[in-house]
């Protein structure tokens, strides 16, 4: 009889043990939750037409943090969104989903040594303003959703952030907004000739105002069409590359890449850019789009990509950049925390396992996360799951 009791009171013991061990897990992640928030900072006043940079980073950090994953959500009729950068040694973008408004960045710290464990600026975001049709707007960049994990796949949700950028029109004879003067512009103004700040209408005239004295006269026509002057080239050129060109690659797999580059510039407005694959025309986008996604190509197999840039006189640049890339081998199962579903858990594991060989001791408990089979676990594993992610 006493055995009993003492048998059900042992198990009465374990239960609470075993809820109270529970409580304590949850109460633990959301602390984290509460604690942890996304930061995001940097100019917030910028000419129309400007490039300009946001830095992206966490604070409230209690554990390591293997794994990242965001999405950043913004005005496309005022921004362009550029390309990001890594701030930290051996933290690096796994990959990168862009469309208009949209933008989605899984981020990776290659072993614990490099886990982030404490309060960090970790991204610089590149953006460029758009031209406007008014003298000025105000516009609002999201941190709208991010994702974090720590090395044992336990996946935490991070408060967002905003930023407020303001844009001033740097080029206000450019009246129908196509980032260039033109007689369109001449056409708008003329057509406003006479109207005053004494008119009712006067807020539907005003932009053609460039002299800024209450009237639309001989002197706002004069500007436009010396503004229209000085823009046009003695004899077309192609459009230029900075020295900071750049075409970078995001989102490889065993069949395709998505290519990123830096816009090029010219007088009268670049109006598209070639992209080559191993010397061959592949595609031709507009001069405002600044990606391409490659499909249909071989696992395994290395690639040279390649962007041009023209303009409306025919001109097409010969030394825009290049990359060569090296597809992924077709992969094995991504899902190694196996909850059903690939995501930022997963990747977080083939982090923690960053700088792992099969040499090690311990190989056996890490090998899952060799993604390529090559008997290690380095970037190219981390960019396979980061891969399998956005699929």
């Known amino acids: ?232 080239p003695t004899t077309p050129m192609p459009p230029e590359w900075t020295a900071e060109k750049r075409l970078d690659v995001s989102d490889v797999s065993s069949t395709g890449v998505t290519l990123h580059w830096s816009g090029a510039t010219d007088p009268v407005g670049v109006t598209g850019y070639k992209i080559y694959q191993d010397g061959e025309v592949l595609g031709t986008v507009t001069g405002s789009v600044y990606q391409y996604a490659i499909t249909a190509l071989q696992p395994n197999m290395a690639y040279t990509f390649k962007v041009e840039a023209g303009n409306a006189f025919g001109q097409w640049s010969t030394d825009g950049p290049s990359v060569t890339v090296t597809t992924q081998p077709n992969p094995p199962s991504s899902d190694l925390n196996s909850d059903n579903r690939i995501s930022v858990g997963d990747l977080a594991i083939v982090a923690s396992a960053y700088g792992k060989s099969s040499t090690d001791d311990d190989w056996a408990k890490y090998e899952r996360a060799d993604m390529n089979r090559s008997g290690k676990v380095d970037i190219e594993d981390l960019a396979m799951m980061a891969s399998e992610i956005f699929r």
């Open 1 to 232: 009889m006493r055995t009993r009791k003492k048998c059900k009171t042992y198990l009465v013991y374990a239960l609470l043990i075993l809820l109270s061990a529970n409580w304590f897990a949850e109460s633990s992640l959301a602390k984290a939750e509460e604690a942890i928030h996304a930061t995001l900072s940097g100019e917030d006043k910028v000419q129309a037409g400007q490039a300009f940079n946001l830095t992206y980073g966490i604070k409230g950090v209690t554990e390591a943090v293997y794994a990242q994953d965001l999405t950043i959500t913004y005005d496309a009729e005022r921004l362009e969104f550029i390309d990001a950068d890594s701030l930290k040694e051996n933290f690096s973008i796994a990959g990168l989903s862009a469309t208009p408004g949209h933008v989605r960045i899984i981020a990776v710290s290659h072993g614990a040594k490099y886990a982030i464990q404490e309060d960090s600026e970790l991204l610089t975001l590149h953006w460029r303003s758009k031209s406007l049709s008014q003298a000025a707007a105000m516009t609002e960049v999201a941190i709208s959703h991010t994702v974090v994990s720590n090395g044992d796949g336990v996946e935490i949700n991070v408060s967002g952030a905003t930023h407020t950028v303001s844009i001033r029109n740097s080029q206000p004879a450019d009246l129908n907004g196509d980032n260039k003067f033109s007689i369109g512009d001449l056409a708008i103004a003329a057509a406003s000739y006479g109207k005053t700040s004494a008119d009712p209408d006067w807020a539907s005239h005003v932009k053609a105002d460039i002299h800024a004295d209450g009237r639309i006269d001989i002197l706002d026509l004069a500007i436009i069409a010396k503004a229209i002057w000085n823009s046009l």
